[in-house]
């Protein structure tokens, strides 16, 4: 199936924003905390910059990771769960098709 056929209910459309939010949720808290850690070890005008540079870095990341466009939102899913942010039990309520491509997505991510 192309993903530019792919057609979300209303329903999924309610279960993709909550697994969505949740993961951008998990990501930037994630994110935080190392920052935190950075931050309380700051000695240097050095490592300060080095922060600048890890959160330049974390947002590129998570802007590229993180893009909730329907046509997009099947491989965003299988990224997601595969970085750990999303468990796929938190995407039941799509359609099995949308599943099963999120399944090959990590299955032909797996063997590379």
């Given at each position: 199936m192309n993903v530019n056929e792919i057609r979300w209910s209303s329903s999924e459309k309610k279960v993709a924003r909550r697994a969505f939010d949740t993961a951008l949720e998990a990501a930037l808290g994630e994110?935080?905390?190392?920052?935190?850690?950075?931050?309380?070890?700051?000695?240097?005008?050095?490592?300060?910059?080095?922060i600048e540079n890890y959160l330049r870095q974390q947002r590129r990341k998570i802007d590229q990771m993180f893009d909730y466009?329907?046509?997009?939102?099947?491989?965003?899913f299988g990224v997601l769960v595969r970085e750990g942010y999303l468990d796929e039990s938190q995407l039941a309520g799509l359609s099995e098709d949308k599943r099963e491509e999120i399944r090959r997505f990590l299955s032909w991510h797996a063997k590379g």
């Open positions: 994110t935080m905390t190392e920052l935190k850690s950075k931050v309380s070890a700051v000695t240097t005008p050095d490592d300060m910059w080095e466009r329907y046509s997009q939102l099947t491989v965003v």
